[in-house]
């Protein structure tokens, strides 16, 4: 469940969301709400005598903290990733707008040679 949420939510807060610390707490939130609805969920699973539970009774879960915080992790970086990228592409559409390329030299625009062509 925690995987689903950070693949559906982390890259997309990223992108849309403006403010770095927003996408950040806004993937916190929804991380840590999934995370605990989780470990409730599979946690009742071990008190109730299911014939095969995710965790054994007397023993500590340090593999499942693991994963969790490496998903977590992951998240955060995509949150990254999706800030990047959007970043990236409103550079791209400011110069596609002016008519002048990213790498263009001085002088030699796609503005400048309409002018002398």
């Given at each position: 469940?925690?995987?689903v949420?950070?693949?559906l939510?982390?890259?997309?807060?990223?992108?849309f969301?403006?403010?770095?610390?927003?996408?950040?707490?806004?993937?916190a939130?929804?991380y840590?709400?999934a995370?605990v609805?989780?470990t409730?969920?599979l946690l009742?699973?071990m008190?109730?005598?299911?014939?095969?539970?995710?965790?054994?009774?007397?023993?500590?879960p340090?593999?499942?903290?693991?994963?969790?915080v490496?998903?977590?992790?992951v998240?955060?970086g995509?949150?990254?990733?999706?800030h990047?990228?959007?970043?990236?592409?409103?550079v791209?559409s400011?110069?596609?707008r002016?008519?002048?390329s990213?790498?263009?030299?001085?002088g030699?625009t796609?503005?400048s040679?309409n002018v002398?062509?």
């Amino acid at each position: 469940m925690i995987a689903v949420v950070t693949i559906l939510s982390a890259f997309p807060l990223g992108y849309f969301l403006r403010s770095r610390l927003a996408a950040h707490t806004a993937y916190a939130i929804a991380y840590l709400w999934a995370f605990v609805f989780q470990t409730l969920y599979l946690l009742l699973d071990m008190l109730d005598g299911a014939k095969n539970p995710a965790f054994e009774a007397g023993t500590f879960p340090a593999s499942y903290g693991l994963v969790a915080v490496a998903i977590f992790a992951v998240g955060f970086g995509l949150v990254q990733l999706g800030h990047w990228l959007r970043a990236r592409r409103q550079v791209s559409s400011r110069s596609s707008r002016t008519g002048t390329s990213a790498t263009a030299t001085a002088g030699n625009t796609a503005a400048s040679a309409n002018v002398a062509g």
